[in-house]
T-cell receptor, first 113, second 115 residues
Framework: QQQVKQSPQSLIVQKGGISIINCAYE??????FPWYQQFPGKGPALLIA?????SEKKEGRFTISFNKSAKQFSLHIMDSQPGDSATYFC????????????FGRGTSLIVHP | DAGITQSPRYKITETGRQVTLMCHQT?????MFWYRQDLGHGLRLIYY???????DKGEVPDGYVVSRSKTENFPLTLESATRSQTSVYFC??????????????FGPGTRLLVL
């Protein structure tokens, strides 16, 4: 049973465009939602994270939008650049629990120059 | 340099052989994890450890063994490698800092090919 569903599996965007990746979760106990970025040949690295007490968090060109009632959260990359080409994973975990995140299956983003 | 390291970075082995993948972290993080990454499956948890001498199974533990005698090391052993274990393996550790309490720090990965 996949607890965090991520879409799309792959995404191609032109330079300067907006990249949007969506995730949906089932377990309402999740209260920490990070996004990881992985470049080819590297391990994933934390990009940005949000907790359900806010509906949006922005860091530079990257924004997480969170909809608690719909149990969905999304990553928006504004003014997408070729250097943003990577695989993006959403995740969810429970604070105070086992701290084991549940990952989405990843989205491969290609930004064309 | 502080961080999380994995060795070897690349490994080719044959079916039936025992293989051990090493993971070392210098942050004294209590939690450590092993994942495998395969196309279409994302990151799947193999085993994790909450502290030295405490380990538990993840989503796909069959065919793997772990140990954690020291906080900083978390080796993963494939007791009898199979072709289905060809994958990229990532070790990770968890931070409990204030801002990102459950941040996972990943190593660079080990690419394993089982012939």
């Amino acid at each position: 049973q996949q607890q965090v569903k991520q879409s799309p599996q792959s995404l191609i965007v032109q330079k300067g465009g907006i990249s949007i990746i969506n995730c949906a979760y089932e377990n309402t106990a999740f209260d920490y939602f990070p996004w990881y970025q992985q470049f080819p040949g590297k391990g994933p690295a934390l990009l940005i994270a949000i907790r359900p007490d806010v509906s949006e968090k922005k860091e530079g060109r990257f924004t997480i939008s969170f909809n608690k009632s719909a149990k969905q959260f999304s990553l928006h990359i504004m003014d997408s650049q070729p250097g943003d080409s990577a695989t993006y994973f959403c995740a969810a975990s429970i604070s105070g629990g086992s701290y084991i995140p549940t990952f989405g299956r990843g989205t491969s983003l290609i930004v064309h120059p | 340099d502080a961080g999380i390291t994995q060795s070897p970075r690349y490994k080719i082995t044959e079916t039936g052989r025992q293989v051990t993948l090493m993971c070392h972290q210098t942050w004294s993080h209590s939690y450590m994890f092993w994942y495998r990454q395969d196309l279409g499956h994302g990151l799947r948890l193999i085993y994790y450890s909450a502290a030295a001498d405490i380990t538990d199974k993840g989503e796909v533990p069959d065919g793997y063994v772990v140990s954690r005698s020291k906080t900083e090391n978390f080796p993963l052993t494939l007791e009898s490698a199979t072709r289905s274990q060809t994958s990229v393996y990532f070790c990770a550790s968890s931070s409990f800092g204030q801002e990102h309490r459950e941040t996972q720090y990943f190593g660079p990965g080990t690419r394993l090919l089982v012939l």
